[in-house]
């Protein structure tokens, strides 16, 4: 069967309106497909350039979590700790009576401990008196506090002669986690 000149021109006009339809629609819609699939290749290539790099940071991450951790430790070794607030100042105390002691200090008398509460961590202060027949006996005193574990901290110092002893007063810190008060209670 043949076609008529006039089938042959509504075909062709067909044809024609088709391929400006596709022109017009198709055409930018292949466009957009294209750059989308574009941009979903190079988000893939971010990722992956992502993870390569936090793989190759990982060994810098847990050696830093190890240093960290290992400085925690640290921490906790030169802090009192306790279940009261009392029993914190005892341990200070008798941390300093010990290094005193065992320096030929010999305590006169003890103030009450005072402390300071402050984001989570509590700072006792805690003054003396004492005296002593050798002066040497007092350096040998602030060398053990110095070297002390759980840490303590001299804040106050003074030393006098008087007749044939030396007396002096000494102002300590030493250092607590808060105590978690328990509000149900």
């Not at 309106?17 to 290539?45: D, F, M």
């Not at 830093?64 to 906790?76: G, I, P, Q, T």
């Not at 070794?77 to 941390?95: D, H």
């Amino acid at each position: 069967m043949e076609l008529s000149q006039r089938e042959r021109l509504m075909i062709g006009l067909a044809l024609f309106c088709g391929a400006i339809l596709i022109s017009i629609k198709g055409y930018p819609a292949l466009i957009a497909s294209y750059e989308n699939r574009k941009e979903s290749i190079q988000s893939v290539e971010f990722d992956i350039a992502d993870e390569k790099r936090l793989y190759q940071r990982g060994s810098y991450w847990e050696d830093a979590r190890n240093v960290a951790e290992e400085n925690l430790d640290k921490l906790y070794l030169q802090i009192f700790s306790g279940e009261t607030l009392a029993t914190i100042e005892a341990s200070i105390q008798s941390e300093i009576v010990k290094h005193a002691r065992s320096s030929g200090i010999i305590i006169n008398s003890t103030r009450l401990a005072e402390s300071f509460e402050n984001r989570h961590w509590l700072m006792v202060k805690q003054e003396l008196s004492f005296r002593t027949l050798e002066p040497n006996n007092s350096v040998e005193f602030l060398r053990k506090l110095e070297t002390s574990s759980p840490k303590l901290r001299v804040t106050g110092f003074s030393f006098d002669k008087n007749n044939n002893q030396y007396v002096g007063s000494i102002t300590v810190v030493g250092f607590a986690r808060a105590i978690v008060r328990d509000s149900a209670v």
